[in-house]
Every structure is written in structure tokens, then in C-alpha cells.
């Protein structure tokens, strides 16, 4: 409705430009000549005047000849009088025949129309516009009012759970919110309650708002979709009353769901953090509150929410009657990767040497996103490559790609730069060949990507949930010896070995503080941490130790590197001929795979040694 308003209020205010430009056009066609008044007053005593029509502040003025002229006047000066004091004398006056319309009143809506009204319009026709292309959106069939919601009435691209690969126990959880908005009697009869709220929790990508859509798909009633900084886009204010109007709106089509996307942009813990107190943030999540407090028992309205940072959501959102159900999507773990690439590979032509299951082992941590676009970026390079299907290769290349960006051919490096990168990555592949319980290396390049200046890939041959200490210290090892490896051939290091330092040092830290794999400090956490497993990474840490106890952690990490250090120098230093081929045959080949890597070595005959 909204829409059409719009569009009518643009074809009017089009229309009216148009017949604008027509009347001045046809105005200056044959527009008067302009005089003064006192050359009029010369005219009129000349006794060339014929006419002269006084039309609020103008006189137009006709001569003898027919000649057409207009002057003006002060409004309120009166003509005759005027020539008087001009000095035009009473007869030459009498001679004029002298008309005087009386208009003011159209003239002055005229007037205000042309000034005020018309801009106004203009101005209303250009909101609409912006506000219009503001709510804008692949999926929106159509856009209720204030509160920017999405209808999802779109059944062409519907989708189902057939749509969604893997994440089975998420599915089978939704599944029960689907058959409640199906038969609310079937629960309501036995006295159960109708869960008011569903908190879709996971990593980036890994496919909350597919699923909503995908419930949407299911339930086959109205499904209200908006985007929780939508709340709070644009004009400051609004943010609590589009709240009311997103669940206004899906009350009244009831059953139905309302799905609350990337709700952390407004469910932040109140009083914690940026912001200060009563922002507008805070006003939203209250009147969500409050919204969800008041639905009835039967209500049939499920509210579906989604969010990558549970962690920093307000413990209110989480009470009973409120997000109380909570599915967490974990990333996809190797037969689930399988089944993404299986789904992301419809329509493509794949070609015969194409397998899935290599590739789903080549991609550990990646989500259902990143997959989603490794077939799409392989797709894109068969067709570079005029392919007509995609191989197995395309695909490889396109892990890479995700995984760490661009190639960067076309980055020029200097010999000596590229002799540093040889070196550096060399390192870190022969030690991983060097020490017991290091993941295989699967490429190693110096061709930049990304931020990196080159690469040693080097991934587990399985997912992995828990990992030694053993294998921590191997990655340590592996982490220091790019590091080493440059001090060992060139007697300096450079800014290359920086981040793998830093990821060393986080490693270290961890295993101090949060694995308890210190002898010294034993098996104790330090660190009041909350760490969610599927971010992976801590949330906040608060000190709960003493200044004495910081050191000794400060120590233990040293130690811990220094050790791994150690290990790495052990096998470049003892194996510098193994070092210097693997170093030659990057410099040759730039990248060097797999296979002809663990060829280059055997000859060397390592012994695994532990760190
Ligand atoms: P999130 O909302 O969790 O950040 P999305 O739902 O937007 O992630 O997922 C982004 C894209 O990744 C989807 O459009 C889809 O193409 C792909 N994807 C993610 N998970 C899956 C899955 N389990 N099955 C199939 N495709 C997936
Ligand atoms: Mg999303
Ligand atoms: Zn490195």
C-alpha cells in the first residue's frame, strides 16, 4: 500500500514539472518587454499608451502599435497616482484605458502553491523514495509500513530443510516448533505450553538464517522476517515503536512466526559496555521484552531470533517465557561438509574426477558459507579457464582461495624477499616432517595470498574436538620454525615470522591458563573465561590471580616456546641440506603440493623426534 502511494505521488509530482515547464515555456514565447515605470510614465505622456491592466503588482501595458510591454509596481502603490507623481498629466492619463483586476486572492494560492506546496510534495515523493530503497531487499515481497518487515511470500525460492545440509538435532528442534503452529490444539489440549521464543545460536555461516527461511518454508504460515539493527537503522527513536509493529504485525496474522536476525545488535547485556544507559538499543530490547511477555497462552506467534554472539546477549532475552529454547549450530563437521558441497554442486556441472569426500577433508573449520562459496569461487574458475565442467582441481584452488584470499601473482617481490619466504616457509615444513605428532603438510607456496606473504598449509587429517599436549607443542614447533629457519640461514630475522609469533604466543598462553598443561603451575585454570565452544576463542578475561602468579605464567609461556624453539632449531640445524632443497624447489616452482613435498624429503630419512 505504501508502495503505491509512493509511486503515485511520483507520477504526480512528475506530471506537475512537466506542466510547469509547458506553461513558462509557452510564457516566454512571447513575453512582454519589461520597462520601467518611469519610461512608462514618458509613454503614457506621449500619448502611445492604449491599455494598461493593473494585475496585482504588474501592469501590463499595450501601445497603440499593439506592442505588448509590462512594468511593475510595489503592491500596494496606487497607479494612478504613481504616474502622477511621475508628472504624467491628468489628460495623458484619461487617455489610457485603465483596467484593474482583482485576483489577489487566486493570485496568492497560486503563489504559494508554486513555493510551498509544490516543494513540499517534491520533498515527500523524495522520502518515500529513500525510505523505499532503504527497506529494499532480495526476498521482500512486500514492506509493512514502519517497522520494515519482511513478508516472506515469495514461494518460487521457498525453501525447505531439504535446503539445508547436515545440522540434523537443530532441524529435528525446529521440526517440534513447525508442528506446534501446524496443530497448537494437539499441545494445547495436553497442557503444554507453546514455546514463545527459539534462539538459533552459531558461528558465522553456519546457516541460522537458512534455517529460519527453511522453517518459514515449512510451517506454511506468514513469516515475518527482520533484521535486528533494521530496528535501529536510520532515524534515532524509532527503535522501540518498529518493535511494536514488527509484533503488532505478526500477532494479527497469527499463526505465524517472527524471525529476529543478528538479535545481539540489539540484545546486548543492558549497562554493560558502549553505549551508556538509556540508549536506543536498550529501549528496543525492552519493548521486546515486554512484547513477548504479553503474548497470551495462545498466542500462536513463535518468535525465532539469531545470533553469532550469545555470549554477549542480556540474561533477560534467555528467561523463561521469553528465548527459553536454544539450538546451537555447530560447524559442520566432515560427512556434513560432504553433504553442503553435494547440495552447492546442484546445477553445476561437476566433472568425473570431482570427489566430494577429498574435498570435505581439505576444509576442516569451514562453514557452511565458506563451502557454499568454494563452489561457487570453482565455478567461476572453470569458466576463466572456458571449461565446460568443474574438476577437482578448480575446486582445490578455490579452498585456498577462502581460505586465504587472493592470489597475489602480480604482487612483485624481490629476490632477496623471495629467498627470505623460501627459507622461512621451507622451515616450517621440515619441521612439521621433524616432529612426532604434527598434521601433514598439504601445499606449500611463496606466492603471497591474502596478507601472508606465503604459505605452508598444513591441515589435520580429521576433525578434531580434543588435542594433546603433545600435538600442541608439535604446533608450536612447526609455528616457530618459518622464525628460526630465517635466523639459522641469514643470521636476522625479518616481519614475516610476526604472526606466526603471535599465534604461537596465544597457543603458549592457553595451554598455561586454560588447558592446565603447566608442570608447574598443574592442571588450574587462570582467567575467569567463558568460553564458547563453537566461537572458539575467549570472551572475556577477568584476573582472578595474583601479580606473583602472572609471572609465573609469563615464565611458563616462555618456556613453553623456548622449548618449541629449541626443537625447531634441533631439526633445521641438523637437516640444513633437506632445508636447502625444499628452499630451492619453492624458489623454482613457487608451490610446491603434497605429494611431491613428502617425495622431496624421503631421501633425507628424518627422525621424528618429540619436542
Ligand atoms: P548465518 O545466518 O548463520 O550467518 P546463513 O544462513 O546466512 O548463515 O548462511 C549463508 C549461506 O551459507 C547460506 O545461504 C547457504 O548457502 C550456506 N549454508 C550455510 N549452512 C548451510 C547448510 N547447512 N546447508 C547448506 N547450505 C548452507
Ligand atoms: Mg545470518
Ligand atoms: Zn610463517
Known amino acids: 500500500m505504501v508502495k503505491q502511494l509512493g509511486k503515485s505521488l511520483a507520477i504526480l509530482t512528475a506530471v506537475f514539472l512537466v506542466l510547469i515547464s509547458i506553461l513558462s515555456l509557452a510564457e516566454s514565447r512571447n513575453k512582454p518587454e519589461p520597462i520601467s515605470l518611469n519610461s512608462l510614465a514618458q509613454k503614457i505622456t506621449a500619448g502611445e499608451v492604449s491599455t494598461v491592466t493593473v494585475d496585482y503588482n504588474t501592469l501590463r501595458v499595450v501601445l497603440n502599435d499593439g506592442q505588448k510591454l ?23 492619463l484619461q487617455a489610457v484605458g485603465l483596467e484593474v483586476k482583482d485576483n489577489t486572492t487566486k493570485e496568492i494560492v497560486l503563489n504559494a502553491l508554486a513555493t510551498i506546496i ?3 510534495l517534491l520533498l515527500a515523493g523524495l522520502m518515500m523514495f529513500l525510505t523505499r530503497r532503504a527497506a529494499g531487499g532480495a526476498n521482500q515481497a512486500f514492506s509493512f509500513g514502519r517497522a520494515n518487515i519482511h513478508l516472506f511470500t515469495n514461494f518460487k525460492d521457498r525453501i525447505s530443510f531439504k535446503d539445508v545440509a547436515g545440522a540434523k538435532e537443530a532441524k529435528q528442534e525446529l521440526e517440534e516448533v513447525v508442528d506446534f503452529l501446524k496443530n497448537p490444539k494437539k499441545f494445547l489440549d495436553l497442557g503444554a505450553k507453546i514455546p514463545r521464543g527459539v534462539l538459533l545460536m552459531g558461528p558465522p555461516g553456519s546457516g541460522k538464517t537458512l534455517l529460519a527461511r527453511a522453517v518459514a518454508g515449512e510451517a506454511g504460515v506468514p513469516f515475518f522476517h527482520i533484521s535486528a539493527s533494521e530496528f535501529v537503522e536510520m532515524f534515532v527513536g524509532v527503535g522501540a515503536s518498529r518493535t511494536r509493529d514488527a509484533f503488532q504485525t505478526a500477532k494479527k496474522a497469527s499463526p505465524s512466526i517472527l524471525f529476529i536476525d543478528e538479535i545481539d545488535a540489539v540484545g546486548r547485556e543492558r549497562g554493560a559496555g558502549l553505549g551508556g544507559g538509556h540508549d536506543e538499543r536498550e529501549q528496543t530490547l525492552n519493548q521486546i521484552l515486554v512484547e513477548m511477555d504479553g503474548f497470551d497462552r495462545d498466542t500462536n506467534v513463535i518468535v525465532l531470533a539469531a545470533t553469532n554472539r550469545p555470549d554477549i546477549l542480556d540474561p533477560a532475552l534467555l528467561r523463561p517465557g521469553r528465548f527459553d529454547r536454544r539450538i546451537v549450530l555447530d560447524l559442520p563437521d566432515m560427512s556434513e561438509r560432504e553433504d553442503i558441497l553435494r547440495l552447492h554442486s546442484k546445477g553445476k556441472p561437476i566433472g568425473p574426477d570431482v570427489d566430494f569426500k577429498k574435498v570435505s577433508v581439505r576444509t576442516p573449520g569451514f562453514s557452511g558459507a565458506d563451502l557454499a562459496n568454494v563452489m561457487n569461487e570453482s565455478a567461476i574458475l572453470a569458466a576463466r579457464h572456458n571449461a565446460k565442467v568443474i574438476s577437482q582441481q578448480n575446486i582445490y584452488d578455490s579452498i585456498e582461495k577462502v581460505l586465504l584470499g587472493p592470489e597475489r601473482r602480480s604482487k612483485i617481490i624481490s629476490d632477496k624477499e623471495k629467498n627470505i619466504t623460501a627459507f622461512h616457509e ?30 605452508t598449509l598444513k591441515l589435520p587429517t580429521e576433525d578434531q574436538r580434543l588435542k594433546t599436549k603433545d600435538q600442541f607443542l608439535a604446533d608450536l614447533a612447526v609455528l616457530m620454525a618459518g622464525f628460526v629457519s630465517e635466523k639459522e640461514t641469514f643470521g636476522d630475522v625479518s616481519t614475516g615470522a610476526s604472526s606466526d609469533l603471535k599465534n604461537a604466543s596465544e597457543i603458549a598462553r592457553k595451554l598455561v591458563t586454560r588447558f592446565g598443561m603447566s608442570d608447574k603451575l598443574g592442571p588450574i585454570t587462570f582467567g575467569d573465561t567463558e568460553e564458547l565452544v563453537f566461537l572458539g576463542r575467549e570472551i572475556s578475561a577477568e584476573k582472578n590471580y595474583s601479580e606473583k602468579v602472572a609471572a609465573i605464567i609469563d615464565d611458563e609461556v616462555r618456556g613453553f616456546i623456548a622449548r618449541a624453539e629449541r626443537a625447531a632449531q634441533k631439526i633445521i640445524k641438523g637437516n640444513g641440506k633437506a632445508l636447502a632443497k625444499i628452499a630451492e624447489a619453492l624458489l623454482k616452482e613457487e608451490t610446491i603440493e603434497q605429494d611431491e613435498f613428502y617425495r622431496l624429503v624421503k631421501p633425507f630419512g628424518l627422525k621424528p623426534i618429540t619436542v
Do not use: Q, W
Open 118 to 120: 509544490l516543494p513540499l
Open 426 to 455: 621451507a622451515g616450517h615444513a621440515l619441521v612439521s616432517v621433524g616432529v612426532k605428532n604434527s598434521d601433514p603438510v598439504h601445499k606449500i607456496s611463496i606466492i603471497s595470498r591474502g596478507r601472508a606473504g606465503g604459505y
Open 70 to 92: 509590462v512594468a511593475s509596481k510595489e503592491v500596494d502603490a496606487n497607479f494612478v497616482s504613481l504616474m502622477r507623481d511621475y508628472g504624467v498629466p491628468a489628460e495623458s
